[in-house]
């Protein structure tokens, strides 16, 4: 018990002369050990490194989850299943819960009629919008959120610590050279003994060993930021390619649903239409989009392209050339071709064709097929 009050009034002591001697540097009434100007610019680096990659998470974690509230509940969720080594559970999306909603009213309204045939498209589309929007919201928190916290919540830390100790180390200093400075002159005034300038020019001695040491242990921290740097770049382009993908996913869908959407209103007001109801919906496994460069994304439909009418092929030829398909595509009607990924078409248009359509040739087989499912080649 005796050592550890002695060592709590030397800790007391040490952080209240501390205290005097950055006082009195901010005042001017004391010299300061300036630090070297490379370590200074890699202080100054950090910081911003510091600074911006708060602010890019903070603004990221809003663009994710824009509701505070939401996202507030979200951070605690995260924090409870870390806690007990769990993994957190997948979150329903906004729009897969609309689309269920959709689905129920469809139900309840007669799924044989123009309005509930119609809500059963809209909300199926709306599930795999809600399914591209979760698996982006996954791949993003990953590859993206995870590495910036991990630096902010370790990395940082470490560097933080070592900085404040080589800044203690630099009071500890210049306390020692404020001291050796005052027994010079006590001793050339009244004679003192060289003994107290002995002991003052020790621990300068010690003191700045331990500054220099301190300094090479920040500084060597401190220049690992370039490979943070890099790693953070990596992760950026994993987080662009990633919203990319999930864009493309949800352009295709609305593509595909203002197709059936378009069907539903000719068949409503087709004259010689039986049933005004609209086409059944495409499987909610149809263009789940690749996840990472060459995959292929598989339909559960089963269906094979059928070929185009007579009077479709007879029509004029512009145009002619290769074309690579990009994803997978099932054949709505008699007049599509189905694709698949990967695969090389040879592509036309006919005069008067809807610019978003071309006319598609595999072997013996002919159909229209969108545009966006394909790349063109010279």
């Known amino acids: 018990m005796d050592f550890n009050v002695k060592k709590l009034a030397s800790d007391a002591g040490v952080f209240f002369t501390r205290a005097v001697q950055f006082t009195e540097e901010k005042l001017g009434q004391a010299e300061k050990t300036e630090l070297d100007p490379h370590l200074e610019n890699l202080i100054t680096r950090a910081d911003g490194t510091k600074n911006w990659t708060e602010k890019i998470l903070r603004q990221t974690e809003v663009l994710l989850q824009p509701n505070p509230i939401d996202h507030t509940g979200a951070r605690i969720e995260e924090f409870i299943y870390d806690k007990l080594d769990k993994k957190l559970p997948s979150r329903t999306t906004n729009a897969e819960l609309l689309g269920q909603y959709m689905l129920e009213a469809a139900n309840e309204f007669g799924p044989g009629t123009p309005y509930g045939s119609t809500l059963i498209t809209v909300g199926e589309y709306q599930k795999q919008l809600g399914g591209a929007e979760r698996e982006f919201l996954h791949t993003s928190a990953v590859n993206f959120l995870s590495p910036l916290r991990n630096f902010l919540e370790g990395d940082w830390r470490t560097i933080s610590k070592e900085r404040r100790l080589l800044e203690n180390r630099r009071l500890d200093l210049d306390i020692c050279k404020a001291r050796l400075k005052k027994a010079k002159q006590a001793e050339a005034k009244a004679a003192l003994l060289s003994e107290e300038v002995d002991k003052a020019e020790h621990e300068l001695r010690v003191a700045q060993t331990e500054f220099d040491r301190q300094a090479e242990v920040t500084r060597l921290l401190l220049e690992g930021i370039s490979s943070t740097h890099l790693n953070h770049l990596r992760c950026l382009q994993d987080f662009a ?112 064709m809807d610019p978003d359509w071309l006319i598609g040739e595999r072997g013996n087989e002919k159909g229209k097929v969108p545009v966006t499912y394909l790349e063109l080649l010279s």
Not at 259 to 280: F, I, M, W, Y
Not at 331 to 338: F, G, N, V, W, Y
């Open 241 to 352: 390619e990633a919203q990319a993908t999930y864009y493309a996913q949800c352009h295709h869908y609305m593509q595909d649903l203002q197709r059936e959407l378009n069907r539903c209103a000719n068949a409503v007001g087709a004259p010689q239409s039986s049933a005004a109801v609209c086409p059944n919906p495409v499987s909610s496994t149809f263009l789940s989009g690749p996840t990472s460069p060459g995959a292929t994304v598989s339909s559960s439909s089963g269906q094979r392209p059928s070929t185009l009418t007579m009077e479709q092929t007879q029509l004029p030829v512009t145009g002619t050339r290769k074309a690579k398909v990009l994803y997978d595509y099932d054949a709505h009607d008699s007049s599509e071709l189905s694709l698949l990924a990967d695969e090389l078409i040879t592509v036309h248009t006919v005069p008067g």
